[in-house]
């Protein structure tokens, strides 16, 4: 099957280049405070990142003095964007759809991903590859649009008829599968899974579950940008944080 690329369409890319998250890097991040808690010592570790984007986590585990750091991602457009930014040549980013690439068993000490595996078909086999990949008690952290978010296509409120936000619908949450929703210029195609299904697929390849976040935005963002307490009102991300047992 084709593997989704909307970042190599340039209107799509230019669009998100103009996001928060793309402009400030992880500090626009709203569930970063929350992912950086759930991080390993990454000090003197090999570490590898699925679906790196600009490459905002593989500097900043450089930044923590990892030793090497491997970004993977199936956009051109992103990885050209990441090489620019990055000056550093114990970080390498290699194209490739996550699904496909391949590394020698037990190659790193910690793999993470930010908000990438609802675009994969398969999380279980996903699972499967990185407890591979791992060294015994190797850390996998991970962010997802929360399962809430992503269970019906809209992806939205409901609305009042004066265009208030009444709440946030939740339906068909049990239907896993293909969801094909709006998001900046265009529809992409995502995945809904349930929460079990991550934790299950996680259990089933190895792992021990550390620790699980529904992040809220950080206090400070919340005080400087007004407009995120709505962010509070309902689960927009999942963080696992998981060791090969």
Known sequence: MMKQNKYDDNDFFSAYTSMPRSVKGLEGAGEWHAFQRLLPNLQNKQVLDLGCGLGWHCRYA????????????????????????????????????????????????????????????????????????????????????????????????????????????????QAEGLRDTPFLTAHVTKYHRTMSTYINSLIRAGFRIDAIEEPMPSVEMLSKLPEMKDECRRPMFLIISARKS
């Not at 990055?86 to 590394?103: G, K, L, N, R």
């Not at 809209?154 to 619908?169: A, F």
């Open 62 to 173: 450089r930044e923590q003095l990892a030793r090497s750091v491997t970004g993977v991602d199936l956009s051109s457009n992103m990885l050209q964007m990441a090489r620019e930014m990055t000056d550093d040549s114990s970080i390498t980013y290699i194209q490739s759809a996550m699904e496909d690439v391949a590394f020698p068993d037990r190659a790193f000490d910690v793999v993470i991903s930010s908000l990438a595996f609802h675009y994969v078909a398969s999380f279980e086999r996903i699972s499967e590859k990185v407890c591979r990949y791992l060294k015994e008690g190797g850390n996998f952290v991970f962010s997802v649009e929360h399962p809430m978010y992503t269970a019906r296509n809209e992806q939205d409120w409901h609305y009042d008829e004066q265009g208030n936000r009444l709440h946030w619908p939740v339906d068909r949450y």
